[in-house]
């Protein structure tokens, strides 16, 4: 017999996917614009979950909300990326941290490359690395 019970199938894969030519479709995706430093405002971390993630661009902290430090210690302290974050709603326990010397290799740890082509200032070996079993609680 036929039967209407369906399932939903999740993307199996990395959590995190970027882009640095515009959002990625049918996924969450939040933006990276650094306005004080030019070629980052198409920039995007894109997820097929909505995970409640923020850009902060120095404006503090959201209220509520948890921060990693987004810095890159090579770029020109006129393009402001020394008080940039991701931040998370703080009631979530995600495990995330930053890279700027290559993808962290601990043992569960998965990382997605932040890149910016255009941008020569060390943004070519920066990652954002997670758990992706804490994205699942």
Known sequence: PFSNNWIELKPVGP???WSHT???????????NEPSDLGW???YLCSYENYGLQFDN??????????VKL?????DFRHTWNDN?????????YKMSWSVDGPLSEEGTECVQ????????????????????????
């Not at 515009?22 to 990276?32: A, P, Q, Y």
């Not at 810095?71 to 770029?75: A, D, G, L």
């Not at 974050?85 to 326990?93: G, R």
């Open 15 to 17: 959590l995190f996917r």
């Open 22 to 32: 515009g959002r990625i479709s049918d996924m969450h995706c939040v933006n990276f």
């Open 41 to 43: 405002q198409d920039n």
């Open 58 to 67: 120095g404006w503090g902290p959201p209220a509520g909300m948890q921060c």
């Open 71 to 75: 810095i890159e210690p090579k770029e």
């Open 85 to 93: 974050s991701l931040c998370y709603p703080a009631e979530k326990s």
């Open 114 to 137: 932040i890149t910016e082509p255009s941008d020569s200032n060390g943004w070519d070996n920066n990652y954002l690395c997670y758990d992706p079993k804490t994205f699942t609680q």
